[in-house]
């Protein structure tokens, strides 16, 4: 494609400044770089805008053919933000574009502050943004081709699973301190209002309770015991005991795993001998002991108990049609799978697009329909025999004034008796506006920490921060910027002034980190270290962070606010004329997140 001649040209500096803290008004690690532009036609990429919006799961604001370059700096960071997160990296939304002074010719140029989840995934994204607006594809296919290939070269930065992504990022829209992933679990708020979360495994999560929610067979016969509706089954280590157990319990049955979560290795519905061999074989592959259950009919609803509140019930669908009484069920299937829904959901998510595979084809026969027949007007043809979001089912959402109380307070019950905080109670019902007595009704499984995906409730992973973490969930906090290191005379006067006897308040800086007057970690390699262990301390109250003025430019800020921030000079006149430019650049960097600003007093060593 030959670049229109009016067009803008977009280039950044190879400078490019990485502070694992936060700063500029950014709470999060950020990136800052020149972004360059040469002047043009910002018409030309409009139909590039609006076909980056279609494959987009947010509004990307317009980017106006009129507008300006801190309008194209602006719409470029909420872009990039929004091509991060639908990779699963989350991302904060704060935007910080500082004007430059110009050079000679029509070029302008602005500081950028991008916040950075993975420094590669960041820059990645950026540069795939400036060559699409230097040269914008001239069609949506093209576009989406583009798009893809992106999203695939993200992919590995993501985090794996809809919880972990989707908590961070609830995390970062409501304000939470963020602390930075360990092997997998986020710290989120900070001193003793801080909690670990892996998914939704919690550092309150009972380990004993997870490892009866995760053993299907002991959870159907524990809840039995207690006389609520566990499964019936068998648990079995070969084929021969398979066909034995299915004999005994009587078609239909349900096969799958002992111990696998999201639906891995399951198989439903199974009528005959040569089914419930194949499906025990795929099943036996992920664990050596396997379930041969009754099928229960109905549909599955899922009910989100977290600590001792159903937040959500959701009902699973299994992937297939909806008849509309003209299409046959392959042509239904055929313009499922060149939606761009479904094209989507197969490149996130790796669900393989819709079609008429064996086991489509094996569910058609037994229900005495084929490929050909046309289905009448919303009646649904079901095509999978699990209905996991990872076989291609959907989740839909249902008002808890349409669930019958009895069921509502089983699933609190089943949690109850578990032990767990967090738990997904899947429940099996012709209807779930009646209640569990009247009619049969199974407890499938119990998820420790289940999926919450919710693509028809978005506030979904808000609400449920907002009801395990309300306010607040941060400790009061005062950071100290320096010129220099401290001497050692400073070091003890502020131990005891900041961090007291007998006190919860914790004082960090690079020689250690002191509560109630004592040394309990460090040294460290610098205070910014230092910082961010103590706000992960859940000993803390109150904290007071030391830094020296080039940690704060070099490392950016340990937490996302202070109360107050205390610093060296008032003005930056008042700076030692070497230290001006490197004091302006700090106060940028550090007024947004501070409540209050206050001079240091001076020292008299």
């Known amino acids: 494609m030959t670049p229109h001649l009016a067009s803008p040209r977009f280039s950044l500096a190879e400078r490019w400044v ?47 053919p009129q507008a300006d370059l801190q309008g194209c700096a602006e719409w470029l960071i909420r872009a990039l933000g929004a091509l991060l997160r639908y990779a699963q990296i989350p991302s904060v939304r704060e935007i910080f574009v500082r004007p430059m002074q110009e050079g000679e010719g029509p070029s302008r140029h602005c500081l950028i502050v991008v916040p950075v989840s993975r420094h590669e995934a960041t820059l990645a994204g950026l540069q795939w943004l400036l060559a699409c607006l230097n040269d914008p594809p001239d069609t949506s296919a093209l576009t989406e081709s583009k798009f893809f290939a992106l999203q695939e070269l993200l992919k590995p930065y993501g985090l794996r699973g809809a919880n972990p992504w989707r908590l961070l990022q609830a995390a970062y829209d409501e304000q939470y301190p963020v602390m930075p992933n360990f092997a997998g679990m986020a710290s989120i708020g900070t001193g003793v209002h ?42 079995v280590t070969s084929v021969d005991q398979a066909i034995a157990a299915a004999k005994r319990i009587g078609y239909p049955l349900v096969v799958k795993p002992n111990n696998q979560d999201r639906g891995e290795g399951v198989a439903a519905d199974l009528v005959s001998e040569v089914a419930l061999v194949q499906a025990f074989d795929v099943a036996r592959k992920l664990s050596p002991n396997v379930l041969v259950e009754k099928f229960q009919p109905g549909l599955t609803h899922r009910f989100t108990v977290v600590e001792g509140q159903v937040l959500r019930v959701a009902q699973h669908r299994a992937f297939g049609v909806e008849g509309d009484g003209h299409m046959t069920i392959e ?21 393989p697009l ?22 009448a007007a919303g009646a649904y043809v079901k095509l999978r025999r699990k209905d996991n979001v990872s076989a291609g089912g959907r989740r839909i959402t249902l008002g808890l004034e349409d669930v019958h109380p009895d069921n509502l307070r089983l699933a609190l019950e089943v949690s109850r008796q578990v ?23 199974t407890i499938c499984e119990i998820n420790g920490s289940p999926q919450l995906v919710a693509r028809d409730d978005p506030e979904m992973y808000k609400r449920v921060l907002r009801h395990v973490m309300p306010a607040p969930f941060r400790i009061a906090s005062r950071l100290l910027v320096l010129p220099a290191a401290p001497s050692d005379a400073q070091v003890q006067r502020w131990i005891q ?36 262990a103590l706000s992960m301390n859940p000993l ?32 930056v006149d008042d700076a030692p004329h070497d230290q001006r430019k490197s004091y302006r650049q700090l106060l940028s960097l550090v007024i947004p997140h501070a409540g209050k600003m206050t001079m240091i ?5």
């Open 497 to 532: 002034h900041f961090s007291p006897a007998e006190s919860a308040a914790g004082l960090a800086l690079a020689a250690g980190i002191w509560f109630g007057g004592q040394a309990v970690a460090g040294p460290f390699p610098n205070g910014y270290a230092a910082a961010v």
């Open 194 to 235: 801080r909690r670990w979360f892996q998914s939704f495994i919690t550092s309150r999560t009972p380990h004993l309770s997870m490892q009866l929610a995760q053993d299907k067979h002991r959870t159907a016969k524990f809840l039995r015991t207690l006389g609520l509706p566990g499964a019936q089954n068998v648990l």
């Open 540 to 571: 803390a109250r109150h904290m007071t962070v030391v830094l020296t003025l080039q940690e704060v430019l070099q490392y950016g800020l340990p937490l996302d606010a202070f109360d107050v921030a205390m610093l060296p000079w008032a003005r």
């Open 419 to 441: 032990g767990l905080d967090f738990a997904g109670v899947d429940f099996i019902t012709p209807d779930v506006a009646r209640s569990w007595r009247e009619l049969p009704a």
């Open 354 to 375: 819709a079609s008429l595979d064996e086991e489509a084809l094996g569910l058609l026969d037994q229900y005495g329909l084929t490929a050909r027949d046309v289905p």
């Open 331 to 351: 042509q239904l299937v055929q313009a499922r799978a060149s939606s761009l829904q479904d094209r989507q959901r197969s490149q996130r998510n790796a669900i």
């Open 18 to 64: 990485h502070r694992g803290g936060s700063g500029f008004g950014v709470r999060q690690a950020h990136g800052t770089t020149t972004l360059t532009w040469e002047p043009g036609d910002l018409g030309w990429v409009q139909p590039f805008v609006g076909h980056l919006q279609t494959l987009l799961d947010e509004p990307l604001g317009e980017l106006s």
């Open 601 to 605: 007093k001076a020292d008299h060593d």
